[in-house]
């Protein structure tokens, strides 16, 4: 397992190779990346991730340990930036692996879904002189409403 | 008791840490001392269906105890991912 | 939309990477990856997959056909070898791209569920000088109904 | 028509292809005048339940027309991802 919060691009692709390579017990492997969009509910010019420095780590770490207790899990990889960002850019990525794909798809999920709502992140967007302050949305706590 | 503001919680009030002496039994007591503080804090905590709160860097409530707490955290609900 | 059957083997990381890159109206990509395991009912100590060249490109394009029309994707990619494989190897991936990360996680599941039982591959297991061919499996047959 | 077999349904009956002349108006003809050439073709088809059929490329069924097919297709279920 290996939990990691950055202000430094990382490189995906090399994640995404290295992750439970070598690993021939484990038949699935799924990858999910959250891109920074242009457009939202507003074009925007660039986005700012705020975290909270101590808890940010201790919070994937838990939602990590919960997933590999909840499904029957080889390995898990969770890469999560802060600060500014630019559309197209990659602000995270979670990676699973397991014997079926099953696990590896549900725990990705639930990754995604407790990220997404109990992880100590802010997205600030610029959009040329205004900025705001991306507000949660229901649907992402309602999605937590399934595990 | 170090209490650690984020996101338009951090804007709102000005600044992103207070150092406080407290006598709160719970954050809800906390927060009712931060209020009193001055208007930025009581328009920062007016509504608290729209923060959350961190003790010791674990997510609570606002009825939490503060007994032995070092660090509580104010800031609006989480958009990670 | 790109679907390649090949018996070479693919660069997952370079292919994850490329995948919708530069789409910055896409917020989500999901990525499923299939590896040869080297333990199942038996011990294996490789594999050989074989397809039915011609029908293999036409049911796996009409399988992501149908995943765009049911779920919003921004982009699709399926990979999928044949011939023969050892352990460890990767045996195909999907990958989705959507703006929202349900419809991209959907979409790899529903891709995988019918790429399983719908798309002319089987596969013969080889391990010391036993050879068998992998039953087809209740359970994936079943992961259909649920689409 | 070409008549195509794949995986043990190839093995079982010893080569990949057959070039037939048929007035068969269904699948199930078909594979009743196969079963009646040799007993490998018989032993092939002992079970349709373990066989999965394509006309043309198409998964189908065995009570599928024949009518303007150039090529049939035996397999046990499929077994890819």
């Not at chain 1, 080889?74 to 630019?86: C, P, S």
């Not at chain 1, 602000?91 to 407790?114: N, Q, S």
């Given at each position: ?5 950055q ?6 692709g ?32 660039r ?6 420095p ?33 559309p ?32 100590p ?15 949660a949305?229901?649907e ?8 | 008791?170090?209490?650690l ?67 509580v ?9």
């Open positions: 397992m290996r939990v990691v919060v202000e430094a691009p990382f490189d995906f090399a994640e995404a190779e290295a992750f439970a390579s070598g690993r021939s017990d484990l038949g699935a492997v799924v990858t999910f990346t959250g891109v920074v969009r242009d457009t939202g509910d507003a074009a925007r010019d986005m700012e991730i705020e975290h909270y101590g808890m940010t780590e201790k919070a994937l770490a838990k939602i990590a340990e919960e997933a590999r207790t909840r499904w029957s899990l080889g390995d898990v990889l969770v890469i999560h930036r802060y600060g500014a960002l630019t197209g850019e990659k602000i995270m990525m979670v990676a699973t692996a397991a014997r079926h794909r099953k696990d590896a798809f549900e725990a990705a999920e639930y990754l995604m879904d407790y990220l997404k709502s109990r992880a992140f802010w997205k600030k967007e610029f959009s040329g002189t205004d900025t705001q302050w991306v507000a949305r229901d992402d706590e309602d999605a937590l409403k399934r595990w | 008791m170090d209490v503001y984020f996101a338009w919680v951090r804007e709102r009030i000005g600044h992103p840490k207070d150092r406080i002496e407290t006598e709160a039994a719970t954050v809800n007591e906390l927060v009712a001392e931060l209020r009193a503080r001055e208007d930025r804090y009581a328009a920062a905590f007016a509504d608290l269906s729209a923060l959350r709160v961190a003790v010791d860097q674990e997510l609570t409530d606002f009825d939490a105890p503060l007994a032995g707490a070092r660090e955290a104010f800031f609006p609900p989480m958009t990670g991912g």
